[in-house]
């Protein structure tokens, strides 16, 4: 059973920058999809972004592109998600997915089998 575990959440301003990042017990994400996914008290979990690992292709969700980046480390064994310009909009649950989707289902949470327990991340002032 593949484990994720997510790490760097917490409390920042609006206008500031957090990192979280996600590590796997299989040691690198290499042959998987990684994503972002997060959900807001009260609301459904909704895509964030995404990384295809061999080939470093990424996808966002149009609230964040622009301000989140997604990425992995040389070896694939961390994902991160850089997240700058934050808003209280921002605040939510943040959880690690891996997974092998087709590309349609990028941004669909069921085509993910493998899931952190998640960050809270909360922008306020």
């Known amino acids: 059973q593949v484990q994720l575990v997510e790490s760097g959440g917490g409390l920042v301003q609006p206008g500031g920058s957090l990192r979280i990042s996600c590590a796997t017990s299989?040691?690198?994400?290499?042959?998987?999809?990684a994503g972002w996914f997060r959900q807001a008290p009260g609301e459904d979990r909704e895509f964030v972004a995404a990384?295809?690992?061999?080939?470093?292709?990424?996808y966002y969700a149009e609230s964040v592109k622009g301000r989140f980046t997604i990425s992995r480390d040389g070896a694939a064994s961390t994902i991160s998600l850089e997240m700058k310009s934050l808003e209280t909009d921002d605040t939510a649950v943040y959880y690690c997915?891996?997974?092998?989707?087709?590309?349609?289902?990028?941004?669909?949470?069921?085509?993910?089998?493998?899931w952190g327990q998640g960050t809270q991340v909360t922008v306020s002032s």
């Open positions: 997915a891996a997974g092998r989707p087709i590309l349609s289902e990028t941004r669909a949470a069921r085509a993910y089998n493998y």
């Open positions: 299989e040691r690198t994400f290499r042959g998987y999809t």
């Open positions: 990384i295809r690992v061999n080939s470093q292709h990424t």
